[in-house]
């Protein structure tokens, strides 16, 4: 059985955990699996947005318990490579693609699969979905991204609350910190999901691509070098096909026509 499903709509690639008997805890071979398949996206010029999700009642529960188990007998050296190498190369992927990533949270996003969903663009979530960060209950810490990108999200009070005491919070909870989007009724998720997508599909690539670039470069750098930045990114929309039809169905008083050159 895969890992990671996949399938196509439209312009959009939906990329499914596929563990659910194990509420997709990430695997090595599930972590790999999941940034191979990132990877390809991001290279497939066909592909304009990204939608994640999970099979059956959860998003991803985190690590595989049985890979857990075997930690403490590895070898440091190995390990590093395999933190590295393999279970952060999703998240690599997700915010080095040129493209635009959403999370449907369908359950829970605990340990590694918070990240994922943290690392995500924009996250949708059911209401039943749950987030955690609950590596200090390991006696661990975070090293999927969340360290750094939580508190951007949710403030530097609540992203210390949740990864000092493990806490899991509720999709309203969620919500009410910045820590998604948009909560939707279960059976809405995936339709609000590919509704979004599909609509960051139709935009103009080339200027999502800069944005979410920009974005980027401005969790680590300060106002001034990302106003000097910015110049260069915002030159290059001007010089597409794009801008000049977005300008055009301004003026015209239509919806515009993207092609993504």
Known sequence: MSHVLERD???????????????????????????????AAAADRTVRAVVLTGAGRAFSAGGDSKFLLEIPSMEPER???????????????????????VAAVNGAAVGAGCELAVASDFRLASEHARFGEVWIKLGCVPALGGMYLLPRLVGITKATEMILTGEIIDAAEAYRVGLVNRVVAADR?????????????????????????????????????????????????FATRDFAEGVRALAERRPPRFTGE
């Open 79 to 101: 390990l590093r490579e395999v933190v590295y190498a393999t279970f952060q190369r999703p998240v690599r992927a997700i915010r080095s693609m040129d493209k635009p990533v």
């Open 9 to 39: 709509v439209d312009a959009v690639r939906i990329l499914t955990l596929n563990r659910p008997e194990t509420l997709n805890a990430l695997t090595m071979e599930g972590a790999r699996a999941l940034g191979e398949r990132l990877e």
């Open 189 to 237: 998720l995936m339709d609000a999901a590919l509704e979004l997508a599909g609509s960051l599909a139709r935009g103009p690539a080339r200027a999502l691509a800069a944005a979410k670039a920009s974005i980027n470069r401005g969790l680590a750098s300060d106002l001034w070098t990302e106003l000097d930045a910015t110049v260069t990114a915002q030159l290059q929309c």
